[in-house]
């Protein structure tokens, strides 16, 4: 496998909704090699002031705090209390970081607990869960194409604990990576969705009932038109706040998911 030749910008890019960063755009062996700890190590010399690991939580925590546009190996230097030249000892550059950052904030939980109840279903939907919330404590993951991933010890303890639960469906092993992917993609979807309407409000000042309150007289009037028999006649909480959209529709794939997997049991669907 060759390493990547296109280099991520240092400064990256401005706009929190978008993405402004590639996965595996830095120097795959040598990322391989940091997340793996298999490159060398020098045998004599004074103890280093700084390790990887700390790098790395700095990293992470200017991008939680600052969104990843401020991040840079400058920034982390300054984060760390170091001169930025020092962090090339460890990382050669933001783009490999990044993908450290990546394996970092995606270690899997140790909590039995949080793996569902056993099935299937259940560590399919713990898996969807534990990912939006993810999302929320680093909506910066949202600016980065992960499209190709590089595959570090958390990304793969993930895999691991996952397929192996969800492995008693009895789907072939394509189709219970497909199970995964479509269900990321659909937290994906709704992760995105919450970041437009925080980012929204940000940017305009109003919150979400401050904004929807503001279109109240001109929807009422188009209402009353009777242009729109249908919408005019849906109960008032059809757009409440307090209905579970998320919870809806993972619950419909999932009932989606188990129809198949009665029909390859030979069963009668539930």
Known sequence: MESGTSRTSDTGSTG????????????????????????????????????LDRIVEAAVQ?????????????????????GTMSLYRYVPGKAELLDLMLDRVQRPSENPADLGDGGWRGALEAMARATLALYRRHPWLLQVNQSRPILGPSALDGMEKILTLIRPMGLTDPELVSAIIMIDGYVVGAARSQLYEQEAERRTGLTDAEFWQAQVPALEKAMASGRYPVTASLSEDAFGSDFDHFGFGLQRILDGLEVLVAQRRGESAP
């Open 16 to 51: 929190h909704a978008g993405s402004t960063e590639t996965s595996g755009s830095g120097d795959i062996a040598r990322t391989l090699e940091l997340l793996w700890d298999t490159g060398r190590r020098p045998s004599r010399g004074p103890k280093p002031t700084l390790t």
């Open 62 to 82: 200017v991008a939680d705090t600052e969104g990843l546009e401020r991040l840079s190996m400058r920034r982390v230097a300054a984060e760390l209390g170091t």
